[in-house]
């Protein structure tokens, strides 16, 4: 699948039809263990989005979305679906999406009672960038409805659980509003989405429809009546910021082709002025105090590959010192980083797929520490290189 694809996951067959009847001429696309997926373009655009259904709970969640990232390589994966509103303010057929999701039933059970200990992952500053600016334009509904009746996007955290909530009186309902009050919406995958993106760096926004209120009237009359309008009030917001991140992406590419060196550019010239100086730089040549650079890559063999693999370790090593890295961050990454290694020796599509699938892990458990960030980012692009 070519850059800048996005996935959407959904986890019910009326998410996944909503969203599917937005893409032109969807192609059945097969992982290697049996998930399916449909890949197509959205109409009217060139933009192109490979579409996957997760059933219900966070485990069958993270699951797909792992295997989608590892599949398509996706500039960001989109969870789009229905979600019950947590506190009244939120109307029906509104949209809410995450600015953080809780994986609530993290919590340890002691003498006075149970103590909260959850899981917490944020929503990527640039994307929630992009659906706030969506979100001011306010035109992004297929509805005909008025200014007042409009579905409205809403900001804020999102709980994910592993059962269906259904009640306000319920002692776990209770609990949930009690320990997790900012919450906005109560669903049951976006925890296991958002992890699968952290482990593997892939971005990921979480946008719900509110279908009912999750206070004991889901399944009536009313229920069944809104879930299709907010299926598709939270597809509709899903694919205008698919095709505004695809747009992103372009722009962002062009910026970079316009900032490449050209063919036929001489090679630039860098004097050394100072009197007594000593200039440590790789060059292609040097002349007297001159330094004549070439604009060549470094050559992407796997022999040089694997040596700054193992440079990397080092930096591992001496962030985790300094205490920049927990251990179990720690453990993971060096985990990663001999998965990329033992990879990085082939001379197969497979090898060098895995090598970049490992880095990409990597990259995502050391994202809040831009020196390993930026010591990583040339490796991934080197290994891709040998794709």
């Known amino acids: ?64 979305a792992e295997r989608a990232i590892q599949e398509f390589s996706p500039v960001a994966v989109l969870f789009v679906g229905v979600a019950g509103a947590l506190w009244d303010s939120i109307r029906l057929g509104d949209v809410v999406m995450a600015s953080h999701v809780y994986a609530y039933h993290g919590g340890t059970s002691e003498d006075d009672g149970l103590k909260a200990r959850p899981r917490v992952w944020e929503a990527p500053h640039g994307i929630s960038q992009l659906a706030s ?88 009359t009313d229920d069944r009546n809104w879930q299709p309008q907010a299926a598709a009030n939270a597809a509709a917001f899903a694919i205008r910021l698919v095709v505004e991140l695809a747009a992103e992406q372009e722009e962002a590419a062009v910026r970079r082709d316009d900032r490449a060196p050209s063919a036929d550019r001489p090679d630039r010239h860098v004097s050394n002025t100072a009197h007594n100086s000593t200039v440590g730089i790789m060059a292609g040549s ?19 590959l694997i040596v700054t693999l193992n440079g990397f370790r080092e930096s591992l090593r001496r962030h985790r010192a300094e205490g920049a890295l927990d251990e179990d961050t720690y453990r993971e ?20 797929k895995q090598a970049i699938m490992a880095l990409r892990r990597l990259r995502g458990l050391v994202v809040e520490c831009p020196a390993l960030m930026a010591e990583l980012a040339p490796l991934v692009t080197t290994a891709g290189d040998r794709a």
């Open 133 to 220: 600016h969506l979100a001011r334009m306010n035109d992004w509904a297929d509805s005909a409805s008025s200014q007042e009746d409009a579905p409205q996007v809403r900001f804020g955290a999102v709980a994910a659980g592993e059962v269906v909530q259904n009640s306000k009186v319920s002692a776990e309902a209770k609990w949930i509003r009690q320990h997790y009050n900012d919450a906005l919406a109560i669903e049951m995958e976006a925890a296991g989405v958002a992890q699968a993106g952290h482990l593997n760096g892939a971005p990921v926004a979480i946008i719900r429809g509110i279908s009912d209120r999750a206070d004991g009237t889901k399944n009536s």
């Open 286 to 304: 040097v002349t007297g105090s001159s330094v004549h650079m070439t604009t060549a890559p470094l050559e992407s063999s796997p022999t040089n």
């Open 333 to 352: 990454a060096l985990s990663d980083l001999d998965s990329a290694l033992r990879s990085a020796g082939g001379n197969t599509p497979d090898s060098s």
């Open 1 to 64: 699948m070519s850059k800048g694809s996005v996935v959407i996951l959904t986890a019910l067959n009326l998410e996944y039809q909503t969203v599917r009847q937005k893409l032109a001429s969807p192609q059945t696309h097969r992982h290697e263990r049996g998930t399916r997926f449909e890949v197509g373009t959205v109409q009217g655009t060139s933009c192109r989005v490979a579409l996957g259904l997760t059933s219900k709970g966070n485990h069958s969640a993270a699951v797909i």
